[in-house]
């Protein structure tokens, strides 16, 4: 069944929908009344519209008019603002239904002309009718428009239908658009990971005859997709259509290498681009961050820079140290921002701490955890767990990697120590003016006995008091009150890894 909607200029598909106006903001709904107010046409346009038809949360709001950016300006004033050559008016939250949704965007029905450098439009003509708007879009299943006040869908270019099919189809013929824009080629693989959708093969061969254009295309909006498709539920897909059709090395060259090469079968089920792969999509699978994403991307990326034949023995050494490099040269080029890149190469570089747990100290655990920071070992742990997966490995924690995070664990706690004292060894030398020794020694385990049984008592002020006293105890006295808060320690340390290791079912 179809809708007649109030304006004639408007032709096209229209049909009954599925979207509820509950899942609009409220915000959004007050723009466009605000604009039929003054008698214009308006319509929610483009991924929000697509992410309403299958039911996901919209994360951007984009609108479309047949009034002009000053026709916009005058309704909102002081709201809105017009910084740009597109038409596209900003239009600033001012209410508190959502305040994850600071802007939207509301731009006047176009039509473009050429695009000379594959990214722009050399010149924008507005229009009165939305299937010009339309019909100048990337992708079908980004072609729909919703009118709110009718509750009627417009579909001219079948996109439901694309959607229905679990398809990325362009508007028109693939290679026009990626004329056009050689970036649509990237969100194309980008879409696939997020919506899981297959790419028509007409498009996915025009990205792979057009793929030499999207050198024209800046870092920044290289990255932009870069980052979205790692942050998708597939990354693995959207990467792994990069690489076939030739996007990849506009990305990384360094990734690109990666392709084909061989491991040992050993210890590595598949090559090094696979086994990235997969790393980085068990990092997607529990949700981790961007920064413990990129590094399960990048973590082997310097083994073909590293890679050496010994007779039947292949091998990589050193490969964590070149590739913190090359990952840093590569995301430093992506424009990156400087914390996630020295995060990331962090994890590059100490991805292979260790070997064999039952020759590992606790000293080298804390040198690691110097070296990494208490606030990143537990993601370096899980990187590791990653690392596992992807080599084709099912099993997440063996043994090993268990008794590492026992170790850990214990490093962090450092259970009840002298430590947590808030008076110490420097402070009696520096400022009570004790000297270094046997006393000094048992002074500091005489508080800390006390500290145990009254956790109160640990305040500088106590102790330092405290200290003076013990000071002038006889030594037989003193020696018996540090022994006994040097049994109490161990005590509690005891009991404290027991439960630890316990825990992680280590011995």
Sequence with gaps: MNIILKSSKIK?????????????????????????????EVFLVGGCVRDLVMGRKPKDWDLTTDATPEEIVAIFGEDSFYENTFGTVGIKNRETDDKTISIVEITP???ESEYSDSRHPDSVRFSKKLDDDLKRRDFTVNSLAYCVSQ????????????????????????????????L?????????AELG?????????????????????????IREEFEKIIMSDNPMIGLGLTEKVGILPFISKDLQKSVDVSQNKKAHKYDVWEHLLRSMQHAADKGYSLELRLAALFHDVAKPHTKREKGTKTTFYGHEVVGERVTRETLESLKFSRETINKVTLFVRWHMFFSDPDEVTLSAVRRLIAKVGEDNIWDLMNLRVCDRIGSGRPKEEPYRLRKYKSMVEEALKDPVSLKKMKISGDILIKELHMKPGKQMGNILYALFDEILDDPDKNNETYLRTRAIELSKLDEKDLVILGKKGRAALEDEKDEDIKTIRSKHNVK
């Design 184 to 192: 649509r080629m990237l969100r194309a693989l980008r879409f696939s």
């Design 197 to 221: 959708f297959s790419i028509d093969s007409d498009t996915l061969n025009a990205i792979y005859v057009s793929r030499e254009t999207i050198g024209a295309v800046s870092r920044e909006r």
């Design 12 to 40: 096209g598909t229209t049909m009954l929908n599925n979207i509820n106006k509950k899942d609009i903001p409220s915000f959004v709904l007050n723009i466009v009344e605000k604009v039929e107010e003054n008698n214009f």
């Design 151 to 182: 509750e009627t869908l417009i579909d001219n270019f079948d996109g439901i239908k694309d959607i229905k099919d679990k398809v990325i189809r362009t508007v028109g013929k693939p290679e026009e658009r990626f004329k056009e824009d050689a």
């Design 109 to 111: 029905y176009r039509l």
